[in-house]
């Protein structure tokens, strides 16, 4: 069996390996994930959903997505396509001012969300009506949109949705 993957998605400004996907990558290699992480420097959304998409179509293995406010966004859009086993997002640019409609309909599959209490970019209800919609696990924190004052809370959280995506379904008889 292949080692299975997580592709992690960066912020608008972020780079490939900042800050939350180095913390984020240490569960994920100790849960025997093989990890990368796209660049989409300079790229606008439609170009990282269609490079995120491409990238992951190129994979022997159905991807955990995991991505951090527009990269989120990126993540969940092309979830479906791409058949992802899981999402695991922070602060995703979901319902957001004259964009609602833009907010993507995600995979069935597991999906968390973290997200501040005092985002001043991505209003924290933006989230929770996503989670209630969608009913995705929602944690939210006294952090703001960058959450990074809360890695540990994020590792322990992604941790917590890999080992429930790597335990056996029950099965009802």
Same mark, same amino acid.
């Given at each position: 069996?292949?080692?299975? @993957?997580?592709? #992690? =998605? /960066?912020?608008?400004?972020?780079?490939?390996?900042?800050?939350?996907? &180095?913390?984020? %990558?240490?569960?994920?290699?100790?849960?025997?994930?093989?990890?990368? %992480?796209?660049?989409?420097?300079?790229?606008?959304?439609? $170009?990282?959903? $269609?490079? &995120? =998409?491409?990238?992951?179509?190129?994979? *022997?293995?159905?991807?955990?997505?995991?991505?951090? %406010?527009?990269?989120?966004?990126?993540? *969940? *859009?092309?979830?479906?396509?791409?058949?992802?086993?899981?999402?695991? @997002? @922070?602060?995703?640019?979901? #319902?957001?001012?004259?964009?609602?409609?833009?907010?993507?309909?995600?995979?069935?599959?597991?999906?968390?969300?973290?997200?501040?209490? /005092?985002?001043?970019?991505?209003?924290?209800?933006? %989230?929770?009506?996503?989670?209630?919609?969608?009913? $995705?696990? &929602?944690?939210? @924190?006294?952090?703001?949109?960058?959450?990074?004052? =809360?890695?540990?809370?994020?590792?322990?959280?992604?941790?917590? #949705?890999?080992?429930?995506?790597?335990?056996?379904?029950?099965? =009802?008889?």
């Amino acid at each position: 069996m292949a080692q299975p @993957l997580i592709v #992690f =998605s /960066h912020g608008q400004d972020g780079e490939p390996w900042g800050t939350k996907i &180095l913390a984020m %990558s240490e569960p994920a290699r100790a849960a025997g994930y093989r990890l990368e %992480s796209v660049d989409y420097r300079g790229l606008e959304v439609e $170009a990282r959903v $269609a490079k &995120l =998409s491409a990238f992951c179509k190129q994979q *022997a293995e159905r991807p955990v997505l995991v991505g951090s %406010s527009m990269g989120g966004h990126v993540a *969940a *859009a092309v979830s479906m396509e791409v058949r992802a086993r899981g999402l695991f @997002l @922070l602060a995703p640019a979901f #319902f957001m001012p004259g964009f609602e409609e833009f907010t993507p309909v995600p995979a069935d599959c597991p999906i968390a969300i973290v997200h501040g209490w /005092h985002d001043d970019i991505v209003p924290v209800n933006n %989230s929770i009506r996503f989670a209630r919609e969608q009913s $995705a696990a &929602l944690h939210v @924190l006294d952090s703001d949109h960058r959450l990074t004052d =809360s890695l540990e809370q994020i590792v322990d959280y992604l941790a917590q #949705f890999l080992r429930q995506l790597a335990a056996p379904v029950a099965r =009802s008889i």
